[in-house]
Structure formats: structure tokens, C-alpha cells
């Protein structure tokens, strides 16, 4: 006799794929925010699947820095290519360049990227916006509705959300107001490995592990290249090691690791003691609070 | 500080397990300061689910405020509000997994002005853990998370007696509360009840069996939600497929394509069943069963997918397939019980709102409200004329268009709706269909 019980991951996959299909139902116009970063390239993927056989039904919109990898960059153009769905590019440099923000002293680009991203969003008219955020990434998160409601200025109310009942959702909406959709809340960061080893996804080789040139700065560990080059008095050394998280260039570190292979990093997963934010982001540290201060104001 | 991180064990052999095993999801309640958020910090910690950079903002937070322990609580409560107030005001999710099953835990507060927050995480909750005070026995909230909790229907109900060590883990204490819960939620219909006395802050019957216990012959908390049997609890019986999207590709590839996707709400469909398509009657049968890695052999809940159909018929967003000879009611008329969440105006007779039920959108008019619930006492008040935040009630309705609607004793998906205000487009209503689950 079949158990009829779905195992947790196929489970995750279909929430996340009911989530997406409502979206397209109910809402004018989707767009996905794309980073490049493993979490949207598993919500690409889901997409994928959620509407086969016909393409993507809404685009994907890369909020550029400017500060990438490249070879982030080069998988974006490749599941482009693969896959068919429009993509729209919202460039930060150009932001910058117009007076619409400002470069910030630290030199990240964490939190002016969302004014262009809101401006973006106005641009296209865009009234859903997936993102790959997930509740077990951070405190704040942990309260966010599936379907977040913000007003016409893009800002995010925790006192005031919708009530999320079942899996009905409600996107209902008035004019210049949004909704973001996360169809991963549910996902944790092993899961989310887990489903790409399964699944066998594209990624851009900076999550597994090589060896890399790097230094060390306030016990994190980052690599020597154009966007962090050696400071003075500092010595470079060379570590086998991987990225969990794709953030800025400039700013984001990668940890020690012996996983060459995609199993590999879910053994290593499963074994750590670190949230991925805590270990690899220098823009999160700043406060207790630091997520919740910017999710109000727009980010996601 | 006396919390060490636990041992660090190899994982590497039950992985598969880690990710292979199933799914439960449960809702937390209890009154204030009953240790809800201790015992969820607790069952994270012993499981090895807080990342030491957590533990360590939990340990310097708990040290600058002079606790003796590491609050455990600080770990859920995750709003700045919160953590200045120190409650809990909002539904916060965890998430944890053992080799056996990945867990996923709804963490509501308790107070009155809450109750829409415990419906919300009890919606798809498989467990309501309910706590109670050691020291306080059996309060009046006790009642009103237990009368919620099969309200909404929830499977299987745990309590925890809390804070053993405050009163010598005596076995008197715990009996005496148990014969009290079992004596009024004989009134409400709870199909599984189970007891644990525990200690959240010390971890006693937590994760680990206790040793000061050792009168008590039951699993641990933990051991005992690893075990439960929900497999059963879904309905296998019933096909109800609530059609979610049309796929019709717009492409020279897959020009011919005509696939109804959506989520297999209750029953298990296969190729080559007959259906009956609502509202437009007509039978047919299941061709096929796709999904993007290639067709099924069957499809049953919550599993996502596309169903296409031997014959061409005009099946919209909104519709149901269902077997001919077992149909869900096809009706205007709505009779619910309804939980109020809106703070800014009441539920009154003669108010329209906008209705969501499975996938289809109408206009529902409230025509009768029959009585309202005190969620405390379970007293009937018929004379009730409007519902306010958090408050309970019966109403009847009539609908702008027919729902394909089950009790929602009989099937939680094609029971429920939500009510949704047409100016402000907030959610306003949680809704259950049906006559009362109870008798009270
Ligand atoms: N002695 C003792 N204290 C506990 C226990 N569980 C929780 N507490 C304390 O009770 C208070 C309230 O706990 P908290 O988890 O915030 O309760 P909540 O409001 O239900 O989330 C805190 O000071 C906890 O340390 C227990 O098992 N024994
Ligand atoms: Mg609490």
C-alpha cells in the first residue's frame, strides 16, 4: 500500500508552487527579484516548474550594484538563455549617477539599492514582487506574511499585517500599493541546499569550494580580487573555500570548506554552528534591530 | 551564564533522513509567561537548531538585563516591541528538523486580544501545544486555546504542564490538572489528547526523558511529536481539486497544450478516473497527470500539479473536479462560524464583503448573525447584533456566485474562507463551514 505522504522537501515545493501560481492568477504584474544568489535561483527554478510546459509568465528583475561577481552574472545570463523569461535590469551605478542616492561611507550598496529597486518597481508598474527570503534567515523575517503587504511608499508595517489564514492568500490591492511574496518562507537553509543537490540546479561556482587567496578581517574571511584588494600591512593566504551567501562583492566573505561538490555543502550545512548572515555579512551586524529598521523602510 | 552549547555529533549518516522524513507543523498557546517561548527556545536548543551567533546575541542580551539564565525566549520574540515589552504579539514561525521529520512551528501569543493570531497558526496546524502553569492549574485561557484549537480543527492537542520544578515535580499536581482538562474537553470534540509534565527553563520531559519524573510513564515532548501519526488525519477520500490556473502555452512548442493546475486539496486522483467538472456538470475523465519532471501515476495532498482531461471542456480558475458520484455542496448559501479579526470595524448584519474560498473570488452579504461565542465561557449569545475583534460567531450568508463547499469538520480545505473588507482590503475573517464541531 502507497503512504500517500509527501516527504518535506517535495512538500516545500509544492506550497512554494501554489504560492507562485496564485500570484500569477490574482495579480496584474508579477516580477521576480532576481540577485543571482542561490535562494532566487531556487525560486527561478520553482517557477520553472510551476508553469511548464509554458515559459516563466512574468519577468525577472536584477537590482545591478554594480559591485557582482562575475560569475554570478554569467549563471544569470545562462538561465536567461535556458529559460526564456524577459529580464529587466535596475542598475544602482546609474542611481548614483542621477542623484537618486547616494554612495554610502562603508561602501555598501546594501541600502540605497532600495530606492532604485522602488523606483523600478513604479517604472513597470510591478504590483508582486518574489523574493527568496525565508523566516529561519533572521528575527524579522520570522513574523513576515507569505503575501507582505506595503503601502504606496513600499514600506513594511509588522504591526499591521494581514491575517494569513490556510493557504488563502489575499493580494488584494489598491493602486501604487504592493504586495512581496516570498514562496520560500518555509524553507530553511538546509532545505534550500538539499533541493538544489536534489534537483541538480545551476549555480554560479562561488558556492563551492576551491582554493582562493584570501584575508582575514574581524574573524571573517575575505577574498583578494578587485572589489577587496589587499590593504597595507595585511598578508594574503591561500584557503580551500566557499561562499554560503551572495551579497555585495566588496562586502561579502566566505567561510573554510573542503565541499568541491554540492553534497558536500549539505554535509557541511547540516553540521554548522553559524546562521549564514551572521557569518558572511558585514551589513547585517550593525544592530539588533538592523533587519527590521530596513525591511520598514522598503528592502526586503 | 549556565548554557553550554550541546555536543556536536556527526550528521553526515542520518542527512538523508534529515530531508527525506515528512513534515509536521504545530501551533503553540498558552497564557502569558506559561513558557512558550522558553519551551520553544528549549526543544531549538536541545535539537541542535540555534547557530551559536544566535546563542551568543541571547546570552549577552539575557547578561546586560542581570538574568541568571540564558532567556531562551529571546529567541523567538524577534520584533523590537516585543523584546522591549518582553510578550510575544504577533505569530512568529520556527523551524526545526530531527532525523525523523522537519517541524515547523507557529508560536502565538495568548492573550485575549490575540485570539486571531492563535487562529491564524492553528489554521494548518497538525498539534496545538497547549500550555498551563504548573503553579496556576487550569485558567480560563486554557479553555479558550483548547475551544480554538478544534474550532479550527486541529488533529491532536498536547498539553504541557509547565513548571514542574516550581512545584517539586509532584505527581499530585499534574493528575489533578489533567483530570480537570480532561473534564471540560470532553465537552469540545478533541479526537487526540495527550499530557506531558515539563520543565521548559530546566528541559525536564522536554527533549530527554525526566529522571525527577520518574512516576510519569510517557514520551518526552519531543519523542512524542516525532511519533505522531498525521498521515491519517488528511483526507484520502474525498477528490477535490480546486482548479488554481489554466496553462495554455503561447508557443510554437507546445501549441495544443491545455493543463489545469492546482493543488490537490483532499482525495487521491489517478489517470483514467472519471470527473465531474463544477459548475459546468460535466463529466469526463483524467488524461494525465503532469508535473515539470513528467507525468504521475497519482496525485493527493498538498502535492501540486497539472491535470489534463479527455474532453474539451470550458474549466476556469475558480472551478472544482470532483468525482460524479461524491460532490462537494454546490450552494449560495453559507452557514459559518467565523473568527472577527479586524480591530477597525465590527462584522454587522446587511454588510458585504468580498469572500475567497478555495481559488474563487465572490461577493458574500451577511443575512442572519445567529449567536456568538464566548471563547471563554462557550456561552451563546443570540442576541448578539454585531462581532468585534476576536470574537466568535455564527452567521448565515448568502454568496453572489455557488461555492463547492464540504463541511469543514469533513475536509479543512473546501470547509474554509476568508472574508475580505471591499474598501480596505484587509483580511477581516477566518470562516468555517458548517454546523458546530461541539457540543457546548
Ligand atoms: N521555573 C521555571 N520558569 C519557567 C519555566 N518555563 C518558563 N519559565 C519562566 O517563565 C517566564 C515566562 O516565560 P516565556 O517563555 O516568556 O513565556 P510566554 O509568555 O508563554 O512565552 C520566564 O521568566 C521564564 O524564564 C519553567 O519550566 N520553570
Ligand atoms: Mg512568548
Known sequence: MKSHVLSQLRSLEAESIHIMREVVAEMERPCLLFSGGKDSIVMLHLAVKAFAPARVPFPIMHVDTGLNFQTVLDCRDRWVERTGVQLVVASVQEGIDRGLVQEEPNGSRNRIQTPVLLEAVEKHGFDALFGGGRRDEEKARAKERVFSFRDDFGQWDPKNQRPEIWSLYNGRVHQGESIRVFPLSNWTELDIWAYLEAEEIDLPDLYLAKEREVVERGGMLFEVNGFTPLKEGETAEVRSTRYRTVGDANLTACVESAATTLHGVVEEVAAVRLTERGATRGDDKVSEAAMEDRKKEGYF | ??????????????????????????????????????????????????????????????????????????????????????????????????????????????????????????????????????????????????????????????????????????????????????????????????????????????????????????????????????????????????????????????????????????????????????????????????????????????????????DEIDISRGDMICRPNNAPTVTQDVDAQICWMDESASLVQGKKYAIKHTTRWARAMVKTISYRVDVNTLHRDEEATEIKLNEIARIKMRVTKPLFVDSYQANRQTGAFILVDEATNKTVAAGMIGGPAHQY
Open chain 2, 1 to 310: 551564564m549556565t548554557t553550554t552549547l550541546p555536543e556536536d555529533t556527526g550528521t553526515s549518516e542520518t542527512l538523508n533522513e534529515v530531508v527525506s522524513g515528512d513534515l509536521l507543523r504545530f501551533a503553540t498557546a498558552g497564557s502569558v509567561d506559561d513558557g512558550k517561548s522558553t519551551l520553544i527556545g528549549r526543544l531549538l536548543f536541545d535539537s541542535k537548531s540555534i547557530f551559536a551567533d544566535q546563542l551568543e546575541s541571547v546570552e549577552q542580551v539575557s547578561k546586560d538585563r542581570g538574568n541568571d539564565y540564558a532567556d531562551l525566549s529571546l529567541l523567538t520574540d524577534g520584533l523590537r516591541a516585543e523584546r522591549e515589552q518582553g510578550i510575544t504579539i504577533d505569530v512568529a514561525y520556527r523551524y526545526f528538523a530531527t532525523p525523523k521529520r522537519k517541524f515547523i512551528i507557529a508560536d502565538t501569543p495568548g492573550h485575549t486580544q490575540y485570539t486571531r493570531n492563535m487562529v491564524t497558526g492553528a489554521s494548518t496546524a497538525d498539534v496545538a501545544l497547549i500550555l498551563v502553569d504548573a503553579r496556576k492549574g487550569v485558567v480560563e485561557q486554557s479553555r479558550r486555546h483548547t475551544f480554538l484549537a478544534t474550532l479550527l480543527g486541529v488533529p491532536h492537542v498536547v498539553v504541557c504542564v509547565n513548571k514542574m520544578d516550581l512545584v517539586d515535580y509532584d505527581e499530585q499536581v499534574f493528575e489533578q490538572i489533567r483530570a480537570e482538562f480532561t473534564e471540560f474537553a470532553s465537552r469540545l470534540r478533541v479526537p487526540d489528547l495527550t499530557f506531558i509534565p515539563v520543565s521548559a527553563l530546566v528541559g525536564d520531559n522536554v527533549v530527554t526523558r525526566s529522571e525527577k519524573m520518574p512516576w510519569f510513564d510517557g514520551s518526552p515532548l519531543l519523542s512524542h511529536l516525532e511519533r505522531l501519526h498525521v498521515a491519517s488525519d488528511r483526507n484520502l477520500v474525498d477528490v477535490r481539486f480546486p482548479v488554481q490556473y489554466v496553462i495554455r502555452p503561447q508557443q510554437t512548442d507546445a501549441r495544443d497544450y491545455r493543463g489545469y493546475a492546482g493543488t490537490v486539496a483532499s482525495g487521491v486522483m489517478k489517470p483514467g478516473d472519471r470527473v465531474l467538472a463544477l459548475p459546468a456538470g460535466l463529466e469526463t475523465t483524467i488524461e494525465s497527470i503532469d508535473t515539470a519532471d513528467g507525468p504521475v501515476a497519482e496525485a493527493y495532498p498538498p502535492m501540486s500539479v497539472t491535470v489534463r482531461l479527455a
